[in-house]
């Protein structure tokens, strides 16, 4: 379905498919994002980004340049949409720092 979804979005927009594991959404709460995306799309530092589910909810997190992720408040998202594993979100760049 999250491909299905994908295909459905702009093209002017890059977006990818993340598959969640349980590191993602109950241990550890770090989500690590594809490199190629990350050094192509997103800021060179580490920098705040929002993240807009289809709600048009916003929610701030902390992309971690080097290490290509999310950390601070990844967990608070994770939480707040009741993520598990083996759920896909499709991850579409909307503006340099908002998905």
């Given at each position: 379905?999250?491909?299905?979804?994908?295909a459905?979005?702009d093209?002017?927009?890059?977006?990818?498919?993340?598959?969640?594991t349980?590191?993602?959404v109950?241990?550890?709460?770090?989500?690590?994002?594809p490199k190629?995306?990350?050094t192509k799309y997103l800021?060179?530092?580490d920098e705040?980004?929002?993240?807009?589910d289809?709600?048009?909810?916003?929610s701030?997190?902390?992309?971690?340049?080097?290490?290509?992720?999310?950390?601070?408040?990844?967990?608070?998202f994770a939480i707040?949409h009741?993520?598990v594993?083996g759920?896909c979100?499709?991850f579409?760049?909307?503006?340099?720092?908002?998905?």
């Amino acid at each position: 379905m999250a491909e299905e979804l994908q295909a459905k979005l702009d093209p002017r927009h890059p977006s990818f498919v993340k598959p969640m594991t349980q590191s993602h959404v109950t241990g550890g709460f770090w989500l690590g994002l594809p490199k190629q995306f990350c050094t192509k799309y997103l800021p060179k530092r580490d920098e705040w980004i929002t993240l807009v589910d289809e709600k048009g909810t916003e929610s701030d997190s902390y992309y971690l340049a080097r290490k290509w992720g999310l950390s601070a408040q990844w967990k608070a998202f994770a939480i707040n949409h009741k993520l598990v594993d083996g759920d896909c979100l499709v991850f579409e760049r909307i503006h340099q720092t908002r998905f």
